[in-house]
Nanobody
């Protein structure tokens, strides 16, 4: 049973930073395509960033230059460093595992965690 558990969300002021973490278990994390997706209030799932098994990273235009995705295969953990946050970033953030066919530039996934709330507000 694939398990993905996010943490690190919270309330932050505009311009602030947060670091999300995702602990993974019960699958081959080091060879998996891992991504962050989010759901803003009243909206559908939106792809944010992806890191593939080779360490290649890609970002949605809305977060490029502000967010950084990384992974620690030894710790089986995925991260998302979020800087210069704004109200548009308010969302539930999900860590997700995707098959190779759905790895890039899509919110499609096979499994995702329960999500962590990020609220950007003054």
């Amino acid at each position: 049973q694939v398990q993905l558990v996010e943490s690190g969300g919270g309330l932050v002021q505009p311009g602030g930073s947060l670091r999300l973490s995702c602990a993974a278990s019960e699958f081959s994390f080091n060879i998996s395509c891992m991504k962050w997706i989010r759901q803003r209030p009243g909206q559908g799932l939106e792809w944010v960033s992806v890191i593939d098994r080779f360490g290649s990273r890609y970002y949605a235009d809305s977060v490029k230059g502000r967010f950084t995705i990384s992974r620690d295969n030894a710790k089986r953990t995925l991260y998302l460093q979020m800087n210069r946050l704004n109200s548009w970033d308010t969302a539930v953030y999900y860590c997700a595992k995707a098959a190779a066919a759905n790895c890039y530039f899509t919110a499609d996934h096979d499994y995702r965690g329960q999500g962590t709330q990020v609220t950007v507000s003054s």
